[in-house]
């Protein structure tokens, strides 16, 4: 179901990114997480980075309950939410990327798309909110990408945004810049952190923890160079790296990490579980808001 997503009465539109669940067929605390922070924050839309599920799943039957768990916060309280890809989601080898995509976007208030499809990537697509006043009026846009799993053994760690979906993004970004005449902008989500995370980390000031290394690829493929000379995107938003929660700024672009909301994966008790909050508002969108919110925090507790 395609639902048109547009600013609110107030010129708002709120995201809540979680990242990093591994859920499998035995519903988890992530799931009771996922409620406390959409109650009270009540976001207009969710995006799922990667890594929702895992290899807990043994069957087909356990892949699907698995995202219908996922799925049950915002599914009853009627958001929007899309999702992508993250190395872990397919490792069960019950489903393809592209059956499991098309189990997502089975459910009523799902928008995630199939979208362009390259070597084994799927679901690169974008998604443009409209005006509060005019709904064919775009004043933000969100693109999403699937980053994939891991390099070829000769290089080791893992893979990166390939050449072919980087021509994808700049195609999509130059078409939408000559239909409304101006470039819109843009927020993109994907799984695994760039190269440049690290360059921020180590150049600049984090807004957040930081508690592991950041695990991108060993080969810049130069997406972020190509998001930069485009103009439109003015943050990065991943998963991946369970420890870290950080935002930081290189080259005027926000790179920052969702955290991780799972239980069942690795991660410390001194690092609360949560989620990233995007607020923007339709008169100034380049210069959105964003902020952690996690379990223990005084608001979930009342």
């Not at 859920?23 to 839309?45: Q, R, S, V």
């Not at 980390?201 to 130069?222: A, L």
Request: proline share 4%; hydrophobic share 35%; with cysteine.
């Amino acid at each position: 179901m395609r639902i048109p997503l547009r600013f609110d009465s107030y010129g708002n539109f709120k995201i809540v990114q979680f990242t990093d669940l591994h859920e499998g067929p035995n519903k988890d605390k992530a799931i009771d997480i996922m409620n406390k922070i959409l109650e009270y924050e009540k976001p207009n839309m969710v995006v799922l980075t990667g890594d929702i599920i895992d290899g807990k799943c043994q069957s087909v039957d356990d892949v699907k309950l698995a995202i219908n768990h996922v799925a049950e916060p915002m599914e009853t309280r009627n958001i929007p939410w899309a999702i992508v890809f993250g190395n872990h989601d397919d490792e069960h080898n019950m489903m393809s990327k592209e059956e499991m995509m098309k189990f997502y976007m089975n459910f009523k208030y799902n928008v995630s798309q199939i979208g362009y499809k390259t070597f084994d990537r799927v679901g690169n697509y974008n998604i443009l909110l409209k005006s509060s006043k005019d709904n064919s009026i775009p004043k933000f846009n969100l693109y999403f990408m699937d980053s994939g799993k891991y390099a070829p053994r000769f290089i080791g760690g893992y893979n990166w945004i390939k050449f072919t979906q980087i021509c994808w993004y700049k195609k999509k970004a130059l078409n939408l810049k000559i239909k409304y005449n101006k470039n819109i902008p843009a927020l993109m989500f994907f799984h695994i952190p760039l190269q440049e995370f690290k360059k921020a980390y180590k150049n600049g000031v984090i807004n957040g923890k930081r508690f592991e290394e950041e695990s991108c690829p060993k080969i810049n493929s130069g997406l972020f160079e190509f998001i930069y000379n485009v103009g439109d995107v003015k943050g990065v938003f991943v998963g991946h790296d369970h420890l870290n929660n950080y935002c930081s700024v290189f080259k005027e672009i926000k790179l920052g990490y969702g955290g991780y909301a799972g239980y069942r994966t690795y991660g410390e008790d001194y690092i609360p579980r949560g989620a990233r909050v995007f607020l923007i508002n339709e008169l100034d969108p380049a210069n959105f808001k964003t902020w952690v919110r996690q379990e223990g925090d005084s608001e979930l507790n009342l």
